[in-house]
């Protein structure tokens, strides 16, 4: 089961750069990563949403490739195989686009959101659903950027835990979400 572990930063792109750092150690099977999001509060304070993994995108490629695939088929049956690979890959590029944009992956986005409000100008939040970790060796490799977790959904006992290490790492760390908006 995966775990939810939401951290604040005090710069707009800190959160992008851990991410960064966390997609390498992802490589290196350190960290396993469901899913990811970085939330930023810009100094005129325009919230942005950066998901890690692009549905829309990646459902309009997926789409049309399938889409021109079965379009060029079903042409080839017309006599006229390239105006069914264009339409096909038309069709579901925009297909796959539409069930990109409708389907909710990983970490609910009015959850986001809301977290997301109360963050300051010029801060950046990190969103992640985390399936495995290597908690020593991440610690260690993320130990140069201060943050401060806002929510978790871990038990009490690896709550604590996770904050004991944390504190060892001389990151700020306050209890609750109220505490990171004052």
């Given at each position: 089961?995966?775990?939810?572990?939401?951290?604040?930063?005090?710069?707009?792109?800190?959160?992008?750069?851990?991410?960064?750092?966390?997609?390498?150690?992802?490589?290196?099977?350190?960290?396993?990563?469901?899913?990811?999001?970085?939330?930023?509060?810009?100094?005129?304070?325009?919230?942005?949403?950066?998901?890690?993994?692009?549905?829309?995108?990646?459902?309009?490629?997926?789409?049309?490739?399938?889409?021109?695939?079965?379009?060029?088929?079903?042409?080839?049956?017309?006599?006229?195989?390239?105006?069914?690979?264009?339409?096909?890959?038309?069709?579901?590029a925009?297909?796959?686009?539409?069930?990109?944009?409708?389907?909710?992956?990983?970490i609910?986005?009015?959850?986001?959101?809301?977290?997301?409000?109360?963050?300051?100008?010029?801060?950046?939040?990190?969103?992640?659903?985390?399936?495995?970790?290597?908690?020593?060796?991440?610690?260690?490799?993320?130990?140069?950027?201060?943050?401060?977790?806002?929510?978790?959904?871990?038990?009490?006992?690896?709550?604590?835990?996770?904050?004991?290490a944390?504190?060892?790492?001389?990151?700020?760390?306050?209890?609750?979400?109220?505490?990171q908006?004052?």
């Amino acid at each position: 089961m995966a775990e939810l572990v939401v951290v604040g930063f005090d710069s707009p792109t800190e959160a992008d750069r851990v991410l960064t750092e966390l997609s390498r150690l992802q490589k290196e099977h350190l960290v396993d990563l469901e899913d990811a999001v970085v939330v930023s509060r810009d100094e005129k304070d325009k919230l942005y949403l950066k998901q890690a993994v692009n549905l829309v995108g990646a459902g309009a490629v997926s789409g049309g490739l399938w889409g021109g695939l079965w379009g060029a088929l079903v042409g080839l049956l017309f006599l006229n195989p390239m105006l069914g690979l264009i339409s096909g890959g038309i069709l579901g590029a925009g297909a796959g686009a539409l069930s990109g944009r409708l389907a909710d992956y990983g970490i609910n986005d009015d959850f986001i959101r809301s977290i997301g409000e109360t963050l300051k100008a010029g801060n950046s939040a990190l969103f992640l659903l985390v399936r495995k970790v290597q908690p020593e060796k991440v610690f260690d490799e993320l130990s140069e950027y201060s943050g401060r977790v806002i929510h978790t959904s871990l038990s009490p006992e690896q709550e604590s835990r996770l904050r004991e290490a944390i504190e060892s790492s001389g990151v700020a760390l306050p209890g609750s979400i109220a505490q990171q908006a004052e």
